[in-house]
C-alpha cells in the first residue's frame, strides 16, 4: 500500500519547504519536489496545509494509580484522543509501587497497554523503592528497551526518594548511560506547608499551590542538578513550571552539564489564578508542580527559545471533577494531582507559532524531534525522512476550532482549557502509514499501536 501527501509544506525541525511525502508500507520512502510522484494507492491533499511529523508526548499517565484513584482514561481511550490531536507516540510512566519489582510493574504496564493503543508508545519506570535489587533490575529495563526513570523528590511516604537514594540510582544511570527524570519539589518542606495549612483552615484548591511555592521547585531542581553532578548522571527536569527552577536548568547548562528540562502547555498557558475558581472548580487545576503566578510564562517561551527547555509534554493524568478531583473537597491535599491535556498539545503549543513566541520548526522540534532524540527514537520518529516511520500529520494552519470537553476525545468530563479558541486543527494523521484520523473521523484500531523499544538516547541536546 503507497500514499501520496502532496501539495503541502513540509515542515521539519530543520527547515521547511514544499514537497510531496511518499509512504510505502509503514515507512516514509521519499520526500521529493512537488510533482515527482504522481501515482499511489492513496492521495491525500495537503494544498495549504503543514505536513509534519506525528507529535510524541513524552510524559503521559493512562490508568495510573494515584490517591487511592486511577486517572481516568484507559491506554486505549488515551492513545485515540492523542490521536485526534495528532500525537502519534506517547512515552508513559510504569510505576514501581513499594516492595515491588522494577521488572514485574514493567510486565504490568504491558498488560494494561499491550494491544490497547491506538498509536505507538513506550515506558519509562518510575523508581519508588531503591533497593540493591532494583538497582540491578535497571539494566534489564534497559535492555527491554525502558532507559530512562523517573524519581520523585516530592510525596513523601509515596514515591519520594531520599537524596542518597537518587544519588545511588545515578550512579546507575552514569554507568548504564541511561536517564534520571526528576520530579523537583522539595515534598518534605512542602508536607509541613500543607500540614500548616491544613490545620489553618486553609481547604480551598489554590492552597495546593500556595503551600507548594516556586522557591522549593528551584530549591529541588539546584540540588537534583548537583547530584547528577557529582554522579556524572545526565538529567532531563520533568513537568518544570516556574521561573526559579529554569534559571537553575539554565545555569548548569551554561556551563555544559547535561542538564535538559520539558514543561507542559498548562504552565504556559494557565495560572494560579484558575485555581481560585469558585463552586471548587480550581480543583481542575491541581496538579504538581502546581500552577504559578502568570508572570512565569514569559520565562517558559524564553527558555523554549533559548533551548533550555528542550521539550514540551503534557503530564496528562485526567482525574473527573464529578467523581475524582471530588475525593478533595473539603482538603486540597486530597485531591488527585494531575490534569488532561495529551489530546491538545500540538493545537496549544502552535497558539505559540501564531504568538510569534516560536517559529513553525521550533514547534515541531519542542513536541516531536526532540523527544525522539532524547528518548531513542531518533530515525524512527521524529522527522519526515525516507526511511522513518509514516507518522504523519497533515495540519491545517487556519482552521479555527474551540475547545470543549463537549466534544474532546478524553475520558474526563471537563477540559482545562474549555472555551479556547483555537487557531490551526490537525486534518489527517497516519501511524506508520495507517490513517487513524481523516475526514473529521477516526479511522484507527485499538491494538494498532506497537510497543517501542528505545535505545539508549544516542543524541545529548
Ligand atoms: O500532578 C501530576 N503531575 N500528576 C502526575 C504525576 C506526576 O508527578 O507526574
Ligand atoms: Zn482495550
Ligand atoms: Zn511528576
Ligand atoms: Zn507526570
Known amino acids: 500500500m503507497t500514499t501520496l501527501i502532496r501539495n503541502g509544506t513540509v515542515v521539519n525541525a530543520t527547515g521547511r519547504m514544499a514537497a510531496d511525502v511518499l509512504v510505502d508500507g509503514e515507512t516514509i520512502a521519499a520526500v521529493a519536489a512537488p510533482g515527482v510522484f504522481t501515482e499511489a494507492d492513496t492521495i491525500i491533499d495537503a494544498a495549504g496545509k ?7 508526548d513524552a510524559h503521559t499517565h493512562m490508568e495510573m494509580p494515584f490517591g487511592g484513584t486511577f486517572s481516568n482514561d484507559t491506554f486505549a481511550t488515551g492513545t485515540t484522543a492523542a490521536a485526534w490531536g495528532g500525537t502519534t507516540t506517547i512515552i508513559d510512566f510504569a510505576v514501581q509501587a ?11 504496564w504491558h498488560e494494561k497497554a499491550d494491544n490497547h493503543c491506538a498509536i505507538d508508545y513506550g515506558f519509562h519506570m518510575i523508581i519508588s523503592d531503591v533497593t540493591d535489587s532494583s538497582l540491578k533490575e535497571m539494566e534489564s529495563c534497559i535492555d527491554a528497551g525502558v532507559n530512562s526513570f523517573k524519581m520523585f523528590m516530592a510525596y513523601p511516604g509515596v514515591f519520594y526518594s531520599t537524596d542518597g537514594e537518587i ?10 548511560g541511561s536517564m534520571i527524570m526528576m520530579h523537583a519539589e522539595n515534598g518534605i518542606a512542602i508536607d509541613q506547608l500543607v500540614a500548616q495549612a491544613i490545620a489553618a483552615g486553609r481547604t480551598e484548591p ?3 499551590s500556595l503551600t507548594r511555592p516556586p522557591e522549593l521547585e528551584g530549591e529541588a531542581t539546584s540540588r537534583a542538578i548537583q547530584l547528577a553532578k557529582v554522579t556524572n548522571a545526565p ?13 537553575a536548568v539554565a545555569a548548569a547548562r551554561n556551563t555544559g552539564q547535561n542538564v535538559f528540562a520539558e514543561t507542559c502547555p498548562q504552565y504556559l498557558y494557565l495560572s494560579i489564578e484558575d485555581m481560585r475558581k469558585p463552586d ?6 491541581v496538579a504538581s508542580p502546581p500552577l504559578r503566578p502568570k508572570d512565569h510564562q514569559t520565562d517558559l517561551w524564553r527558555g523554549l527559545r533559548t533551548n533550555d527547555l528542550s521539550v514540551v509534554s503534557t503530564d496528562h493524568c485526567p482525574f473527573c471533577f464529578k467523581d475524582q478531583k471530588e475525593l478533595g473537597r473539603d482538603d486540597f491535599s486530597k485531591i488527585p494531582n494531575g490534569m488532561p491535556g495529551v489530546e491538545h498539545r500540538m493545537d496549544l503549543l502552535h497558539q505559540g507559532v501564531v504568538a510569534g513566541e516560536i517559529t513553525l520548526e521550533r514547534w515541531v522540534e519542542i513536541s516531536s524531534t526532540t523527544p525522539a532524540r532524547m528518548f531513542g527514537l531518533h530515525g524512527r520518529k521524529g522527522t519526515i525522512a525516507p526511511g522513518a516511520d509514516a507518522d504523519i500529520v ?30 490551526g486543527k490537525v486534518d489527517t494523521v497516519l501511524s506508520r502509514g495507517a490513517v487513524v484520523i481523516a475526514d473529521g473521523a477516526f479511522h484507527g484500531r485499538e491494538g494498532h499501536g506497537k510497543f517501542l523499544k528505545r535505545d539508549l538516547s544516542q543524541y545529548l541536546i
Not at 50 to 56: L, S
Not at 167 to 176: F, H, P, V
Not at 235 to 247: F, P
Open 280 to 285: 471548587f472548580e480550581g480543583s481542575k487545576y
Open 206 to 208: 489554590v492552597h495546593h
Open 167 to 176: 544519588l545511588r540510582a545515578m550512579q546507575r544511570a552514569s554507568e548504564t
Open 394 to 423: 497533515v495540519y491545517d494552519p487556519t482552521a479555527k476550532q474551540t475547545i470543549s470537553a463537549a466534544t474532546h476525545h478524553m475520558n474526563v468530563d471537563y477540559s482545562a482549557y474549555e472555551g479556547m479558541d483555537i487557531t
Open 50 to 56: 503543514y505536513v509534519i511529523p506525528g507529535g510524541i
Open 235 to 247: 538529567l532531563y527536569i520533568v513537568h518544570l513550571s516556574a521561573r526559579h527552577a529554569l534559571e
Open 98 to 108: 513499594k516492595g515491588t519489582s522494577l521488572l514485574s510493574t514493567m510486565d504490568k
